[in-house]
């Protein structure tokens, strides 16, 4: 798409006249509710202070097809609402007008989010002026001609909607795949570490694996960011905590947080790190896959077994107690191989998404930019 002869197109010998948007539309200030009148469940959102609804409320004061920004809180954020909703008192909403399509106005505004953004006064809440918002020059294709002009604003919102349903449905799409391949992935772990009693021996993770915790280190030591000196990832209870100058370990091994936020999980290491007192180490015996072993400690659920305390955590000791069934080591690798397969196609689907996502939403804004591209009074004059 040519930007420039598009627009034309659409022009059709017609003028652009940038309006500051409060001349075209003045935005109106949501009212306040208390949260005694909230509800669960209701027929109206609420929206106060941020894009996820406050609750909801059985009446709107905000028609369908409403573009509103957040002036505290998220400050800065820009919404549209298909339905009615209550805009309470932290939000403007912007009501019909003859002059602007209202999602034509909302489209403008995201382009102009990091210019909104700046206005923002950082205090303890962030605030932002209306003001700011009014005061942004919109372009106006044949102002002199409000039929045509609405047509032409319609045109744009067609085609950057299309652009964002593409979005919507392709993250969708991939979001259902990676649900999709997850279970497939959980039946089949399932099934291929599932046996009869009595099939496979069954021995205590302290006779198949050495088990110890991390060694201490003090928090100077410590460099959040990898350089030829603090070259070593050093990992704690809740993962990666910075680079070290000495290792700890080094070879394939599994990790198991000991506390925080990733108690009991398990995770595999093959290289050179550091292991702090937060995290155990395991390394495996001539008899145990260390793949095979990650993928039965993963089905376990260790966080159970975690110290019912303040601070929760992972006795080795307990962890050395557990019992997991040992198969043949040529089983063990042939089954660690068919789960790898379906742990490597999950991973890359998670990976993808957010940087297909990306891609697409990158996509709308340069479009968005372009369909936006009016020339103002001064191009033309140069």
């Not at 097809?65 to 309470?88: K, R």
């Not at 205090?123 to 045509?148: D, G, M, Q, T, Y």
């Not at 601070?311 to 557990?322: D, N, S, Y």
Request: aromatic share 10%; with cysteine; proline share 4%.
């Amino acid at each position: 798409m040519s930007g420039v002869s598009f627009l034309e197109k659409l022009l059709d010998g017609g003028e652009v006249e940038w309006i500051e948007v409060g001349e075209l539309v003045s935005p109106r200030r949501g009212r306040r509710l208390v949260r005694s009148q909230l509800e669960e469940v209701g027929s109206y959102a609420v929206y106060q202070n941020s894009m996820k609804p406050l609750g909801f409320y059985h009446e709107s004061n905000a028609q369908p097809g409403a573009t509103f920004v957040i002036v505290a809180g998220a400050a800065g954020e820009i919404g549209f609402s298909d339905v009615a909703f209550w805009a309470a008192d932290d939000v403007y909403f912007f009501p019909d007008a003859n002059a602007v399509n209202n999602k034509y106005l909302y489209h403008f505004l995201l382009s102009k989010q990091h210019e909104i953004s700046s206005q923002v006064r950082r205090a303890s809440i962030p605030r932002l002026s209306i003001a700011a918002v009014e005061k942004l020059k919109i372009p106006i294709p044949c102002p002199e001609n409000p039929k045509k002009s609405l047509e032409i604003q319609a045109e744009i919102v067609r085609i950057l909607d299309a652009f964002s349903a593409h979005t919507a449905e392709l993250t969708a799409e991939l979001t259902a795949e990676l649900n999709l391949r997850k279970k497939q992935y959980h039946y089949y772990r399932d099934k291929l570490l599932s046996f009869e009693e009595g099939e496979v021996e069954l021995k205590t993770l302290g006779e198949v694996f050495r088990m110890r915790a991390g060694q201490h280190i003090s928090a100077s030591k410590i460099m959040p960011r990898s350089s030829d000196e603090y070259s070593y990832p050093c990992f704690g209870g809740n993962g990666v905590r910075g680079f070290v100058k000495d290792k700890s370990h080094d070879g394939a091994h599994l990790l198991i947080g000991r506390q925080g936020a990733l108690c009991g999980n398990v995770q595999r290491m093959k290289g050179q790190f550091y292991a702090t007192e937060h995290a155990v180490v395991v390394t495996a015996s001539d008899e145990i896959d260390i793949d095979w072993a990650f993928h039965v400690l993963t089905t376990m659920n260790l966080n159970q077994y975690a110290s019912q305390s303040a601070q929760p955590g992972l006795a080795v000791g307990k962890l050395q107690g557990l019992k997991i069934p040992l198969p043949s080591i040529e089983d063990q690798k042939r089954v660690a191989s068919i789960l790898d397969k379906f742990d490597a196609l999950i991973n890359s689907i998670i990976e993808g998404l957010p940087r297909e996502v990306e891609l697409r939403q990158k996509q709308y804004e340069y479009y968005r930019d372009l369909l936006l591209s009016f020339p103002k009074p001064d191009e033309v004059i140069a």
